[in-house]
């Protein structure tokens, strides 16, 4: 499966992006998916993560309430909607995808086996 995020920019606090995440090279539905970010100087980091029928999701809690994350398996896409965005969500996000996903280690980057290239938000104060 490859993968190829895209949607990243400069915003100002409290302003909103929507990153996309398109995969090709598999049967999208069987793979749960995932948003990592990593900033800079930081270890990477769980976003958010959806499972194949986009019927399961989880999120840290420092996004919860301001972003959304979803899938279109007709397109083989996936989302995130990042609302009310602070500077501390300024990283590099990757997106992610895992053939044996489980909501429970949705969290666990070491379990994706297929990760798109990343793409860059800052947020600016």
């Known amino acids: 499966v490859q993968l190829q995020a895209s949607g990243g920019g400069v915003v100002q606090a409290g302003g909103s992006l929507r990153l996309s995440c398109a995969a090709s090279?598999?049967?999208?539905?069987?793979?749960?998916m995932g948003w990592f970010r990593q900033a800079p100087g930081k270890e990477r980091e769980f976003v958010a993560a959806?499972?194949?029928?986009?019927?399961?999701?989880r999120y840290v809690d420092s996004v919860k309430g301001r972003f959304a994350i979803s899938r279109d398996n007709a397109k083989n896409m996936v989302y995130l909607q990042m609302n009310s965005l602070k500077p501390e969500d300024t990283a590099v996000y990757y997106c992610?995808?895992?053939?044996?996903?489980?909501?429970?280690?949705?969290?666990?980057?070491?379990?994706?086996?297929?990760w798109g290239q990343g793409t860059l938000v800052t947020v600016s104060s």
């Open positions: 992610a995808a895992d053939r044996r996903w489980h909501i429970n280690r949705a969290a666990i980057s070491r379990d994706y086996d297929f």
């Open positions: 090279g598999g049967t999208f539905s069987n793979y749960g």
């Open positions: 959806i499972g194949g029928s986009g019927d399961n999701t």
